[in-house]
Every structure is written in C-alpha cells, then in structure tokens.
C-alpha cells in the first residue's frame, strides 16, 4: 500500500513536470527531478526512469542545447525503456555525427611503377589490410545507421531520416569501392609474387582510389554543413546574457547605440570634429566583471569600427615600474605601443601610486608618462585605456594628476555593484551547468548560508568566490564518493557537497571565560549580554518585536586586567551565537590608525576597519586618539570610525579600551561616540589570592610546580609589592623565577637530571625574581 502511494506520488510529479516543460519549455526545478531519479530501482522502476531522464534532458537541452550531458540522460532513457520514442528521436539528430571520421580511415600509402619488388608487396599488404578493417567496421556501422533510419521512418521524421538515406547511401558506395579495392590489392599482389606482371591492375587500384576520395568528400560535405551553421554571439549579446549588472548593461547598450549611430553618420559623410573619448574607468569589487567587462568593450569597440583590433593588452605595476631613471618611461611606451589598435587594460591601476612612495620609486613617473602618451599627437586616439579597481582608491588615484582625470571623465566611470545572494546562486548553477552538474534545491540553499558567512567586507570575490565554491563542491563530490554504481553521483551537487565540516574549537568561549580568574562582574555581564542577543535573535527568528542590540563595548581599567583576553572570548562568543562572520580579534592602536599627514588618517583607519568586519575592533588606550595638539590627527580617527560603525552596523563590533578616567573624556569629545558606546565593562585589580592564581597556573601550563614555601612568600611579597600590571606582572614574575631556578640547578646539581627537582620553583627563586622585577630591569 505504502509502495503504492509513493507511484501514485512520481506519476504526479511526472504529469507536473510534463505540464511545466511544455508550458515554459523548461523544468525549473530540475534538482527535485533528479533526485526522484535517485530514489527509484533500475531494475523495478525502469519505465519510469526513462521517461524522468528523457524529461530533465528535454529541459536542460532548451537551456543549453545539445551537450554531453543531454546526450547521456538521453542514452539512459533508451537503455531504460527501447522503446521510448523522444529519447529515440533526440537521439537519432546527433547519433549521425559520431560518424564524421568513419572514412578518415581509408589513407593509402601511393604506388610508383619506380618501386622495387619488395616495396611493392609492402604496399600492397597495407592496402590489404586497411580495407579488410574498414569493411569489418563500416558493415557493422551501416546496420546502426539503418537501424536509426528505421526508427525515424516509424516515427515520420522525414527531416533527419533524409540525413540518414544520404549517409547510407554514400557509405554503401564507399564499402562497394573498398570490395573493389581489396580485389584489386589482392591480385596485384599476386601479380608482384608471380611470372606474369602486369600494369592492368595499378590501373584498377587507381580507379577504386579515385572514386573513395570523391565519396570522402562528399560524407565530409554533410558534416561541415552542420557545423558552419552553428552561430557567433556578438558581444553585446555576450554581455546582455551575463547574470545581474542591469545598471552596466543600460549604460553600455546605449554607449554601442551611440557608437553605432556615429558609425552610421560617418558612412553618410558627416564629420565629428572631436573624437569619442574612449578611455573608461571601472569600479567595483572583486569578482564583479571589471575584466570581462574590459574585453567586451574592446570586442564593441572593434565591431563598431572605433579601433582596428579587439586585443587587450593587461598591465599592472611590475611591467610599468622601472627600477631606475628612464627605466619607467622606456617600459610604459613599450606597452603602449603593444596596446595601439586595442585596448590597454590597468587592474588596481592605484597601486602605481603608493602612500609611502620614496624618492626610488617611479610610481608618478609612470602616471605621467601614460597621460603624455594617451594626449600626444603620436598615439592619441589610436588606442584605449580602461583603468580597474575599488571606488574609493580610484577616486583618490585619479586626483594624482589634473592630466589623468580629464581623461577619464565621470561619464566615462562605470560602478558595478556586488552580486546580490539570488544573482550568486545563478552564477553557481551557470558554472554547475558548464562542468555537467545540477544543484539541488537543498544545496542552493546551502551555498546561500555560505555566501552569507563569505560575504564580510570589500574583499569578497563575488563570481570568483562562486566559481572557488562550486569548484570545492565537485572536489568533495568527487573525493569522498565510494559508491560508483549510481549515475546521478556524477551530476548532481547537494547539500553536503556545499556544507562547511565542523571545526572543532579547542574548548567553548563560556568555557574559557569561566576559567578566568577573578572578574566575577565582568563574566556576568557579558554572560547577560550574550544570553540578551541569543534571546532577541529567537524572537526575531519567530517574528516576535526585537530590542536593539547594543554590542560596542568600554573596557576600562589598568593595564593587564584581561582587558584583551575577554575581548577575544567576546569575539567567539558572538560569532558562536551568529551575530559575527568571523569572530576574530583585531588589536589597534593610535600608531595602527592615525597618519602623519592630511587625508591618511581615515584611508589608514578604514584599511583597519576593513580588516576587523566580521569581528571585533579592539583599540587599546583609546583616549591617545583626542591628542596633545590642534593640528593632530586622532580625532579624524574618531569621526571616521563613527561614521563606519554606522555603515558597517552588525558587521563590525568595537571595544575601546583604557584607563576610566581617560575613557571618559574621550567618549565626551564626540556625541556620536558616547551614543553608540553603550556597554561598560570595568576591570578591577586582582587581589592577592587571584594574582597568586594567575602565577600558579602559568607555571602549571609549562609544568612547574610552586613550593609551599614560595607560595606562602609569594602571597606575603604581593601584598606589599607594587604590581602595577596586574596579570603581566603575574606572568613576568614566573619567568624571572624560571630563569633563577635554571641558573640555582644547574650549579647545584652539575648538569644530574634530576627531574623531581627540576619542576619546583622555590622561595628562593621567587625573591630573586621580584627583587629583578621591583627594580625594573
């Protein structure tokens, strides 16, 4: 019964998916059909089966036409069911082409009367034996060949049975010639063995050579007639088939109308006195189409007529950068003399000029030499340059010569935007499709939960990190199957192949947060604060109102309180619970942010922040950002990091760090900064049974062992010793009192392993090392 429910339920699907195919030509869903496939018996089941993969190849061949992978499913559907009529027709239109080279076979060496006696029963033993396999094989191949024939005629495929007749026909021609042939062949080499000799036969070898090449020709004029009708995709048509970059495509389709306009205007004799400014700048991220996009522009530019040729010639710094006086120059005409006629293609083109160039460095000579090139009688207008890279940088690259920007004016700028999820996950299915592969619905939403964990700042590859993604999936497919026998394990990707394997973690952030000593308030406030999102985000989950989540963070206190320790744990836990990426930690200070000189301290802080998305900023002595002086730089610092908090949102999660007081005056000194600092943490001193923790449990950690004795010192020592530092102070106490113990055991004990002995630091060791870390040095 229940076997019976589940027929009913494909027969359903099957009359569903007829419906659709011949509605829309497709099936859009041709993951579900494969996997239907997966779930039947090939022994049971195979009625069924032939008509499914008849289906899904039907559907696929209207998306991509005739591929290897149609011609497979196809090939099962008759394996499954003979008699299946579409997978026969579909078939019949292209098995015919397997048979191109069937005659490229039949080579013969040539006969000269000059030849020897033993040359010629050579030759002739090779016309013998080359028509002998041809015939065995070509016989074989005509009955398939009317096989199909018979097939089409019961089906009425008058079309391509007509294709079949002449095939037929002229094979039958070939094998009657080759019979001919190899008599021929035959006594000639009894002719050469025997008294009698003559030329009479050469004559008839020659005649049954002549009539084979001529049919030769005709077979192969069927097959090159098939071919020349396949069509050239012009490359606007090549862009407007790309997934997503709808503003780009508007902008180029109406720049190749006006070029095509222009094209027409001169054809009429109109002049246009100044020439179409073709240099173009892109911008966008990686993986975006900056390059493809380039080399389209030079196919346009070509078809249109505007340049003489559709090369791109692709520069980046290390072809254009000498390495001294004239080297620069020398180098830049070089490529621009490669590039006359096409295109001149520079990625990253903001890396010629750096920050910290020096005098050795001829980044602004190239910069110059290129736009002296590019406004020249000698090469103006005789080639174009696309300039590629992030929006930001270019903007700030172009401003590096007056020169350079007026050749690129801002009509001339085109942005292409990120991918959006639903354009990746097309772009994913184009390249399954283009190595014989289908996603399941269950896989695409896969790649989607990875796309998210991806996608944390301008660093994403967009297609780039797609086509990495698919590639690994087919990698995991491939490598992690044992099980041959299923044919859909050769095509289809799933879930599992886009599934990230679990790292596991050395131990669980709480778990690492509990096993700090002291802090007993600041473990309880982020335990509250991490149980308030995980909260939020369940009732978000169920639709229910969410508080704002406030997760920028103070920290204030002396130095070596745990400040950082916690910040790394507040890190894992958030990203454990979902709310960041990556969950990494990035340390800053004023050094890492702030520049010495106008317009560097936001690029240097942003390039900071870029690298903290998906984690935490950590800036320690935060307050050294307000600064001593009116010309100083910290507080572009502070505004530049407000206003990328508010752009990044829940992507970036900042910790200021420092002394109370201090901290207190920074978050004063803009109101942006105090409204979006809403978490205190305060970390107090360790007291003296903390401390002594601390130091018992570093040593531990390298297999130390404190005396009782060096306990009760350490304990009374503490109390009256200045350990400003608090845990570092703990930790550089250990090391000292390691380094005495070496010295006190290797002049007592003349070098002895004594191992029992080796592992205990003493009250001595640790008076020695106090007294070295009270003095300070």
């Known amino acids: 019964m229940v076997k019976q429910h589940k027929q009913l339920n494909h027969q359903d699907k099957i009359t569903n998916w007829e419906l659709e195919l011949k509605e829309t030509g497709c099936i859009s869903n041709e993951g579900e059909l494969l996997k239907t496939i997966s779930h039947l018996n090939d022994d049971k089941d195979q009625a069924e089966l032939s008509v499914l993969y008849t289906l899904a190849a039907l559907s696929r061949s209207r998306k991509s036409h005739q591929d290897s992978l149609v011609l497979a499913w196809m090939e099962k559907a008759a394996q499954f069911h003979p008699s299946n009529e579409r997978a026969t027709s579909y078939l019949a239109q292209f098995e015919w082409k397997k048979n191109r080279d069937l005659l490229s076979r039949l080579v013969f060496p040539t006969i000269r009367e000059t030849d020897n006696r033993t040359t010629k029963q050579k030759i002739a033993d090779q016309y013998i034996a080359i028509c002998r396999v041809f015939l065995e094989e070509a016989e074989e191949q ?348 050769y095509t289809l990707l799933e879930k599992e192949d886009f599934t990230e394997r679990a790292r596991e973690l050395e131990e669980k952030p709480l778990k690492r947060l509990e096993q700090l000593t002291g802090l007993a308030t600041v473990k309880n406030d982020v335990k509250s604060l991490i149980s308030f999102v995980k909260m939020q985000q369940l009732r978000r989950d ?98 530049t990091l407000v206003d990328e908090m508010t752009k990044h949102n829940e992507n970036l999660v900042v910790i200021l760090a420092g002394y109370p007081n201090e901290m207190e005056r920074l978050l004063d000194s803009n109101p942006g900064v105090r409204s979006r600092f809403k978490k205190f943490f305060h970390f107090p001193d360790y007291s003296t049974e903390e401390l002594l923790e601390i130091i018992e449990i570093y040593a531990a950690a390298y297999q130390y062992q404190i005396t009782e004795e060096g306990r009760q010192f350490i304990r009374a020592s503490l109390k009256d010793a200045d350990t400003f530092g608090n845990g570092r102070y703990a930790t550089n106490l250990v090391d000292e009192a390691i380094q005495f113990q070496a010295l006190r055991f290797m002049s007592s004990y003349g070098g002895e392993m004594l191992l029992d002995k080796a592992a205990q630091l003493n009250e001595a060791d640790f008076a020695q090392a106090i007294k070295k870390v009270s003095e300070g040095e």
């Open 142 to 489: 005509l009955q398939q060949l009317e096989k199909w024939q018979k097939a089409l005629i019961d089906l009425n495929q008058t079309a391509i049975e007509a294709v079949y007749a002449n095939l037929i026909k002229i094979l039958q021609d070939v094998i009657d010639y080759t019979s001919r042939l190899l008599k021929a062949a035959e006594e000639y080499e009894a002719s050469i063995s025997g008294v009698f000799y003559t030329s009479t036969r050469v004559e008839d070898l020659k005649t049954s050579l002549e009539e084979i090449e001529r049919l030769k020709l005709e077979w192969l004029s069927l097959f090159t007639e098939e071919a020349t009708n396949s069509k050239n995709i012009s490359p606007l048509e090549e862009l407007n088939e790309m997934i997503g970059l709808e503003s780009v495509k508007e902008r180029v389709n109406n720049l190749y109308r006006f070029l095509k306009y222009q094209k027409e205007r001169k054809a009429l004799g109109f002049q246009t006195k100044d020439a179409l400014n073709l240099n173009i700048v892109l911008t966008g991220n990686p993986g975006t189409g900056k390059t493809t996009l380039a080399r389209l522009f030079a196919k346009i530019f070509h078809e249109l007529g505007v340049l003489p040729g559709e090369e791109v010639i692709e520069a980046d710094r290390s072809q254009l950068i000498g390495a001294y006086v004239g080297q620069t120059e020398e180098n830049v005409r070089a490529i621009v003399e490669r590039a006359v006629g096409g295109v001149l293609f520079i990625d990253e083109a903001y890396s010629l000029k750096r920050d910290s160039q020096s005098g050795s460095d001829y980044g602004q000579t190239a910069i110059d030499t290129l736009v002296s090139l590019m406004t020249g009688s000698e090469y103006e207008g005789r080639f174009a340059v696309i300039l590629a890279g992030y929006p930001e940088e270019m903007r700030h690259f172009l401003d590096t010569n007056p020169g350079l920007r007026s050749r690129f004016p801002s009509s001339n700028h085109i942005h292409l935007e990120d991918y959006n999820e639903t354009e990746l996950v097309e772009i994913a299915e184009k390249l399954a499709y283009e190595n014989d592969f289908i996603l399941t619905e269950d896989a695409k939403r896969a790649l989607g939960e990875r796309i998210d964990r991806e996608r944390v700042d301008d660093t994403f590859g967009n297609a780039r990190t797609i086509r990495n993604l698919v590639l690994d999936a087919i990698f995991k497919k491939g490598s992690s199957t044992e099980k041959r026998n299923d044919f859909l394990i």
């Open 542 to 639: 169920h639709g229910m109102p969410v508080v704002t989540i406030q997760l920028h963070a103070v920290f204030t206190g002396n130095p070596g309180t745990g400040k950082t320790t916690v910040a790394k744990i507040y890190a894992r836990l958030l990203k454990e619970c979902g709310m960041l990426k990556r969950g990494h930690l990035v340390v800053a200070s004023r050094a890492d942010l702030v520049a010495g000189y106008v317009g560097q301290t936001a690029i240097k802080t942003k390039k900071k922040i870029r690298e903290a998305l998906g984690g935490v900023l950590f800036i320690d002595e935060a307050y050294s950002l307000l600064g001593n002086g009116h010309g100083d730089f910290g507080r572009e610092v502070i505004d």
